[in-house]
């Protein structure tokens, strides 16, 4: 299992995320200040230091965290391919602000002025975006490792937990607030799962993000004649066969729909109908399930 092809493809605002969250820590990190990053009874009840909530979500206080952390992120871009870019940004949305409420109700609850009681990072994404990994990405290879049973999900799991205890206490409680924010998405509060942005709003990070690493985009449809001399470049008529209509779907575009969990068939007849559209495909293929 994986999270579908190598590269963005179909997830710029994960790629967006991802660089976000790596220059934010990086720039902390040079000025010494990643540790202090985290949110406190004093910082957020005492002092209203709401600059610390919004550097929270995105910069992590060491480079362990980081390092898991963008894994993470990097796979989870599996649920942006699935239920595309613009329900994907309301996920990130949603879990972000659940989450920081769960946190600073923790911290008020806790009244410790003198304790860093919650680590920097995007913790209510990433562990909100578990709760999806456990009911929708299904297990696809089972091993055993010393008479002890493994699953594929497994490492995703394990890079988890690492995640989770990496500062202890600091750590554990955004990632139960994730988790929680993640169970309120599934069970739709607020009707969340149908919200939408305008359009202008998710396109803007596909117009943000840079070329996907991996996936060189396709070569532009070049005229032949453009090297030859302009006399020569007169329409000449053919009698070759029309090119056929993308009837064939794309190994990686099938590749894509299989990760998420869909049967590989249904995949290439849903690519078929969308004329290898992945986004418009896999929108057939949810509302072929939910009939």
């Not at 060491?62 to 613009?86: A, D, K």
């Not at 940004?89 to 919650?118: H, T, W």
């Not at 394990?158 to 929680?180: D, F, K």
Request: with cysteine.
């Amino acid at each position: 299992m994986n999270g579908g092809p190598s590269g963005f493809n179909n997830a710029p605002v994960t790629r967006t995320f991802i660089i976000a969250s790596a220059l934010f820590t990086i720039f902390f990190g040079i000025q010494g200040r990643s540790i202090k990053l985290g949110l406190s009874y004093q910082d957020v009840i005492v002092k209203l230091r709401f600059w610390k909530l919004v550097m929270s979500v995105f910069a992590f206080s060491s480079t362990p965290e980081l390092m898991f952390g963008l894994f993470l992120l990097y796979y989870f871009r599996v649920f942006e391919r699935q239920i595309g870019s613009n329900k994907y940004s309301v996920f990130i949305l949603f879990s972000i602000i659940s989450s920081l409420l769960f946190e600073v109700l923790a911290i008020s609850l806790l009244k410790d002025p003198a304790a860093n009681l919650v680590t920097s990072g995007p913790y209510g994404l990433l562990f909100a975006s578990f709760v999806p990994f456990f009911f929708d990405i299904p297990v696809s290879t089972r091993f055993r490792v010393f008479g002890v049973r493994f699953s594929d999900k497994s490492f995703i799991y394990l890079a988890g937990l690492q995640l989770l205890l990496s500062s202890w206490r600091r750590s554990i409680l955004p990632g139960i607030c994730g988790i929680l924010a993640g169970s309120l998405y599934r069970l739709n509060v607020f009707g969340i799962r149908k919200a939408k942005f305008p359009e202008f709003i998710s396109s803007f990070f596909s117009r943000l993000s840079l070329p996907s690493a991996g996936n060189p985009p396709a070569a532009p449809n070049r005229d032949v004649r453009g090297n030859m001399p302009s006399f020569m470049s007169r329409p000449v008529e053919r009698n070759y066969p029309s090119a056929p209509s993308a009837t064939e779907p794309p190994e990686d575009a099938i590749a894509t729909l299989v990760s998420m969990g869909f049967d590989r068939n249904s995949a290439r007849q849903a690519l078929v109908q969308a004329r290898n559209d992945v986004n418009i495909a896999t929108n057939i293929l949810l509302e072929s399930q939910s009939h």
